[in-house]
């Protein structure tokens, strides 16, 4: 197994990719490992899930052994097993559960798109990205969805065609990380105490509230959604102690 879920004392779900011998590239039975892992998560009562790996790099994207297997396969092959990247994608972005990936080294190729799936992004101040599809003569198509909505496309129109590696800060300023630290433990740790310190259905709640308003346009539906969501939450009994708690100057039931 190359790919191990623990859950922490702070009911955290840790998500590691261990292939450091291949600078944690991914084959299809990594992919199948990450989509069973990602799959068992979501059924959870859990805070968070985190995806890590282990290793000098976060990963260099498809396995080039496999991707040399592939290439001898007729094109239902190929299908069939692009398809499971993008189970991969998918399964990781529609997570009910705040995600949170913290990237060191190198992040290239299908790397990206995992990094794009998840809800917060850090990266170590020395991380280096890349979208290097085209170099091999490929396309980085699976990730697009993902990638293009987090860097946008004007960004892609030059990433995706360049194949230019970039550096940590290249990738906060084009809105593919959030946080650029020298001391990445330290700042998944703060980031999860963060996340842990908010009402746990709220921040679903707010979570699932940007996948159904995003890039909507604003119709007398959406604006009933969003009055209905928030009329349900305040009568909930989270939203009950959240606001009883801040009102007594107490902390919430949550973080006790």
Known sequence: MSVTLQITKSNVAVLVLSRPEK?????????HELIQCIEHANTLD???????????????GADLAWMKSMADNNYADNLADSMQLAKLMQVLASS??????????AAFGGALGLIACCDIALSKDDAQFCLSEVKLGLIPAVISPYVIKAIGERAARRYF???????????????????VTGNLECALDNMLQTLIDNGPIAVKAAKALINDVANKPITDELIELTAERIAKIRVSEEGQEGLTAFFDKRPPAWQL
Do not use: M, Y
């Open 96 to 105: 009910p559960h705040p995600t949170i990936c913290a990237v060191q080294g």
């Open 161 to 179: 065609l360049t194949a230019e590696v970039f550096d940590a800060h290249t990738a906060k300023q084009l809105g593919l990380i959030h946080q």
């Open 46 to 60: 859990i805070r968070a899930l985190v995806l890590k790996t282990e290793g000098k790099h976060f990963s260099a």
């Open 23 to 31: 600078r944690n590239a991914f084959n299809s039975e990594v992919i």
